[in-house]
T-cell receptor
Framework: AQSVTQLDSQVPVFEEAPVELRCNYS??????LFWYVQYPNQGLQLLLK??????LVKGINGFEAEFNKSQTSFHLRKPSVHISDTAEYFC????????????FGTGTSLTVIP | DVKVTQSSRYLVKRTGEKVFLECVQD?????MFWYRQDPGLGLRLIYF???????EKGDIPEGYSVSREKKERFSLILESASTNQTSMYLC???????????FGPGTRLTVT
């Protein structure tokens, strides 16, 4: 079974400050890892994904995430946030070679304060 | 540009009504998914389909059914809507083993 934990439900941060959104997962099998972003009144959009290779993954809009297998974590970071980064962020896992089923965390609401 | 569209952005229905939520994708994707999104619960998978006329139950299928008569269209059906089905419904599609799902804008359903 798989589960995804996003401990921070809300994260307020000042504009141009750095931010880290935390994601931990639990799985009995190998998984691929993802971060999705949902802007207000929109569907989800893929931010970045880790399938294999380098554990530091760069995504769109200046975001990056690091896969840590020993800590079963996949935290999302950005060195300097903008107002436009205000959104809901979802971490997700998908078991390797099982046909594309995803398991999502409960989401973190990032609010960038001017 | 890839596109997943959902028939309505907002929908208000009465308890006991039969409700149809439609999803159409123009990317020739084999896989399609229906999720519901609730505050504090994230996204939960209701049903998914790997091919035309095929369907698989997700984590919360009770009270829902689906239909996939054509590759591009995946419908979610609430046979008898109840207030606890008030939620945001998201449709997604993907290619097999691509590990990237494309989402529609969502339908916010209110059952009164």
């Amino acid at each position: 079974a798989q589960s995804v934990t996003q401990l921070d439900s809300q994260v307020p941060v000042f504009e141009e400050a750095p931010v880290e959104l935390r994601c931990n997962y639990s799985s009995s099998v190998s998984v691929y890892l993802f971060w999705y972003v949902q802007y207000p009144n929109q569907g989800l959009q893929l931010l970045l994904k880790y399938l294999s290779g380098s554990t530091l993954v760069k995504g769109i809009n200046g975001f990056e995430a690091e896969f840590n297998k020993s800590q079963t974590s996949f935290h999302l970071r950005k060195p300097s946030v903008h107002i436009s980064d205000t959104a809901e962020y979802f971490c997700a896992v998908s078991p390797v070679n099982t046909g594309n089923q995803f398991y999502f965390g409960t989401g973190t609401s990032l609010t960038v304060i001017p | 540009d890839v596109k997943v569209t959902q028939s309505s952005r907002y929908l208000v229905k009465r308890t006991g009504e039969k409700v149809f939520l439609e999803c159409v994708q123009d990317m020739d994707h084999e896989n399609m998914f229906w999720y519901r999104q609730d505050p504090g619960l994230g996204l939960r998978l209701i049903y998914f389909s790997y091919d035309v006329k095929m369907k698989e139950k997700g984590d919360i299928p009770e009270g829902y059914s689906v239909s996939r008569e054509k590759k591009e269209r995946f419908s979610l059906i609430l046979e008898s809507a109840s207030t606890n089905q008030t939620s945001m419904y998201l449709c997604a599609s993907s290619r097999p083993l691509s590990y990237e799902q494309y989402f529609g804008p969502g339908t916010r359903l209110t059952v009164t």
